[in-house]
């Protein structure tokens, strides 16, 4: 175990989480409940972790608990917070694979204290609780929930490590191979998703859940029945056969879907979760340490620690952001079309903002079945009661639909979400602009079109901006805010403030062809469908960027985004750049038949390609290998974020990982994509220089 003053020099700036034990009195027993308190010393918006000093607290207290020789021992965190996991932002500073295994090792050794002791131990998870605090409960005897808990989970394989202080091993032999497959794996990979208290405890994660509002009260009281033996919690009989196999099954397909085997944290939790049906505690530990020790050096991790921070501290603090004072406020938004984007554009607004929100359209019908959209999706919302009846009949009132654009007249915010043509969004602004304030914000959700453009003909150009959702818009969480050549600060301000409002992470970018997400992945899969176009099968083609991770593949992006939206995005930086962005006639023919995929599956779920794709898919005869296509894609990718950091479309290259990870979903442990070009080399090779001083990216090059 690390030692107090090791532990001081290892993490110099650890923002240490203290741990206080004091004697509580509990009716029913005949000694006291020492009860153990993890706090460090800020409120809820600064969550307690555990790094080297923080552990060695905890150790102590853990002594002196003892030493009072206790009814229990308990443990419970600050207000509104357990603990969230262990304390990263010294990891990139370890150069000592010694020291590292260390750390490993003293996060089992104190947690384990509470697993191995004669005295009862119970954790009380009165708030958020991830990861390292997940596992310290997980090591506990017995454990409560309170039943508003806002956040559990172990999301450690998001980041690309695993749960290390005794997650894969004693969940799944808590609550069963699958369950913790669902925990460990599943969840972390579907974005990092968190489970409910309610879920937590039909699980089996928590013993009892309990309301929130004498929590502590209430959890001393079952802590006294558990220790008198009038109460047993249930412990499900754990299936080491073939229950096991098929949750190994299931997991394994998981990351072979989310990671194609680019994840070591991923693969390693499989290997420590198949450990796990057989192993001792010792063994079991001993493997976690050594494994979580080797990752702790690793490049993967150092990616993901670095996008966490993107994602976690810089998305707050968005780069080039005016003063918020600046900022009008918002009483009433209105939006122009009624179509799909367009009625989760007012769904997402009226949940957030609460205030009016009017649809319009060119016929009644498309505006009723707008508005019908918005109130059916709220009506869901109510049914799975994530609304109540009062705020769901709220939320209905202030979604109405109308054909005038007069009843822009007193809003504050005019989004259009109408056809991709520049023509159509000038005619709409000048339209609107006949009926709103001099001070109404009017925001486009383009892809692609200039703003400057759209805006020149206005009286009031300054108050245009770009406001450029991902699809699906309640569940990507970036926001392009794009400035116009003549867009004010005000107006910039606005979108930003409204942009918070809404729970977005926004990032402002230059009035720039296709901005930062769509100009990436064109460039990207442009440069993949030149190769299938002259002549590399699809399916090598298809699969060759694979060993990267990516969310989904080329084709299947294309899929995603639509053919004929590709299209018109490749045209319109083709435009913008002809020397470096192509358009494929064979897309075009694609797009003509009508087509929207590539593959098609048969009953098996063999995927092979669409039979009447490949007759109009006219490819030449200069195949690529796979390892030809990734180095053209990635020599592309680097090329293009030089030139557009040149530009200025975005402050630095920060922002454009940011806008990968939050737009495009790419992984954690990509670290966005300027830190994968980097380690590969490709940056200095093709742009002559690293994007990411070293220390800034906190990822070391190969």
């Known amino acids: 175990m690390i030692s107090a003053e090791q532990a001081t020099t290892a993490f110099p700036d650890e923002v240490v989480t203290r741990a206080v034990t004091r004697l509580v009195s509990v009716p029913g027993l005949d000694k006291p409940v020492a009860l153990i308190t993890i706090d460090n010393g800020y409120d809820h918006t600064r969550p307690s972790t555990f790094g080297p000093q923080s552990l060695v607290s905890l150790n102590a207290a853990f002594d002196e608990a003892v030493a009072a020789d206790p009814a229990a021992i308990a443990v419970t965190g600050k207000p509104f917070v357990f603990a969230v996991g262990a304390d990263l932002s010294g990891v990139e500073e370890i150069s000592d694979p010694g020291l590292a295994h260390q750390i490993a090792q003293t996060g089992h050794d104190v947690f384990r204290r509470f697993t191995e002791s004669e005295i009862p131990t119970f954790a ?42 005794g997650g894969t091993q004693l969940l799944p032999n808590l609550i069963g191979p699958d369950a913790a497959v669902t925990v460990i794996v599943e969840n972390a990979l579907n974005q990092n998703a968190m489970l409910k208290p309610a879920r937590a405890a039909e699980l089996g994660v928590t013993d009892e859940l309990l309301p929130s509002a004498d929590y502590l009260e209430q959890s001393l009281l079952w802590l006294s029945r558990v220790v008198r033996g009038e109460v047993t919690p249930a412990r499900p009989e754990i299936d080491r056969g073939e229950g096991w ?25 499989l ?95 498309r505006v009723d079945k707008g508005v019908s959209y918005v109130h059916a999706e709220i009506d869901k919302l109510e049914h799975k009661t994530r609304v109540s009846p009062d705020e769901a009949n709220r939320l209905r009132a202030l979604v ?58 206005l009286r009031h150009p300054e108050r245009v901006v770009g406001f450029h959702f991902f699809n699906p818009v309640a569940v990507l969480p970036l926001l392009e805010i794009v400035r116009g050549e003549r867009t004010d600060d005000e107006t910039l301000a606005t979108a930003f403030s409204v942009g918070k409002q809404l729970k977005k992470s926004s990032v402002l970018v230059k009035d720039a062809p296709a901005f930062v997400v769509n100009r990436v992945l064109t460039r990207f899969l442009g440069e993949v469908l030149a190769t299938v176009d002259e002549g590399t099968p699809f399916e090598v083609a298809d699969s060759a960027l694979d060993p990267l991770g990516l969310p989904m593949s080329p084709m299947t ?20 750049f002809p020397e470096r962005y192509g358009v494929s006639e064979n897309l075009k023919r694609f797009v003509e038949a009508g087509k929207s995929a590539v593959w098609q599956w048969d009953s098996s779920g063999n995927q092979t390609i669409d039979p009447e794709v490949a007759a109009l898919w006219q490819q ?10 990734r180095d053209r894609a990635l020599g592309a990718l680097a090329e293009e974020i030089r030139i557009m950091l040149d530009e200025g479309v975005v402050a630095e290259a920060q922002d454009i990982d940011l806008c990968m990870i939050l737009g495009a979903g790419w992984p954690f442990w990509l670290g966005g994509i300027t830190p994968y070009l980097d380690r590969a080399g490709v940056s200095e090779k093709v742009a002559g220089k690293p994007f990411l001083a070293r220390g800034v990216a906190s990822v070391p090059t190969a």
């Not at 196999?245 to 939790?269: C, F, I, Q, W, Y």
């Not at 109405?400 to 000038?426: C, M, N, T």
């Not at 992006?557 to 913008?576: D, F, K, N, R, S």
């Open 245 to 269: 196999d098929a949750a190994l099954d299931r997991a394994k397909a998981v990351v072979a879907g989310k990671t194609k085997g680019a994840s070591p944290g991923a693969e390693k939790a």
């Open 620 to 629: 030449g005869d200069a195949p690529s290998t796979a390892e030809q296509v």
């Open 271 to 365: 290997e420590l979760l198949e450990l796990a049906r057989t192993a001792d505690r010792d063994a079991g530990y001993a493997a976690e340490t050594e494994a979580l020790a080797e990752l702790l050096m690793s490049d993967p991790l150092r990616s993901g620690l670095y996008s966490f921070n993107l994602v976690n501290k810089r998305a707050k603090k968005p780069a080039g952001a005016p003063d918020k004072s600046l900022a009008r406020q918002v009483g009433k938004v209105g939006i122009v079309g009624a179509g799909l984007m367009a009625s989760q554009l007012a769904l997402l607004f009226v949940r957030r903002l609460k205030v009016p929100v009017v649809l319009t359209d060119v016929d009644q019908d």
């Open 400 to 457: 109405s639909g109308s054909l005038d654009k007069a009843a822009f007249a007193d809003a504050g915010f005019v989004i259009e979400a109408v056809f991709e043509d520049p023509g159509v969004k000038r005619k709409v602004f000048a339209e609107v602009e006949q009926h709103v304030g001099p001070e109404c914000v009017l925001a486009t959700n383009t892809s692609s079109l200039s703003i400057t453009a759209m805006a020149a003909e």
């Open 124 to 165: 009380f998870v009165n708030g958020a609780v991830m990861g390292g605090g997940l596992e310290l409960a997980l090591s506990c005897h017995y454990r409560t929930m309170a039943d508003n808990v806002a956040a559990i989970a172990l999301p450690e394989v998001f980041l690309g490590l695993f749960p290390g202080w």
């Open 557 to 576: 992006l294309l899929q995603l985004v639509g053919p004929p939206v590709a299209l018109h995005v490749a045209e319109t930086m083709h435009e913008a």
